[in-house]
């Protein structure tokens, strides 16, 4: 069964750091580039970071560049979203994504959510 479990989510001033992780299961991890997206109150949901399946690849949102990290532990089979400075405007509900196509299709897997609210 494919799970994919965040957590990390809270309530947090603004300027301080937080840290996401997304803890994955039934399938196979290490073959999948991994996401962050971020679904803030009223509006669409919205990509905030990815990563390649061996992590020498990093791709981030203008709005977050330079504040957050994503990474992930291929032995442990998380990824995490290291966000520092962070800013009201980045109250969401945080999702990880696992996404990998080959020549049998594409494989999609969504987590549930954590929300995350920064006060000003």
């Known amino acids: 069964q494919v799970q994919l479990v965040e957590s990390g989510g809270e309530y947090v001033q603004s300027g301080r750091s937080l840290r996401l992780s997304c803890a994955a299961s039934?399938?196979?991890?290490?073959?999948?580039?991994m996401s962050w997206y971020r679904q803030p109150p009223g509006k669409e949901r919205e990509l905030v970071a990815s990563?390649?399946?061996?992590?020498?690849?990093?791709n981030y949102a203008d709005s977050v560049k330079v504040r957050f990290t994503i990474s992930r532990d291929n032995a442990q089979k998380t990824v995490y979203l290291q966000m520092n400075s962070v800013k009201p405007e980045d109250t969401a509900v945080y999702y990880c994504?696992?996404?990998?196509?080959?020549?049998?299709?594409?494989?999609?897997?969504w987590g549930q959510g954590t929300q995350v609210t920064v006060s000003s």
């Open positions: 994504r696992a996404l990998r196509t080959d020549w049998r299709g594409t494989y999609d897997y």
């Open positions: 039934g399938f196979s991890f290490s073959t999948y580039a």
């Open positions: 990563i390649s399946s061996a992590g020498s690849n990093t």
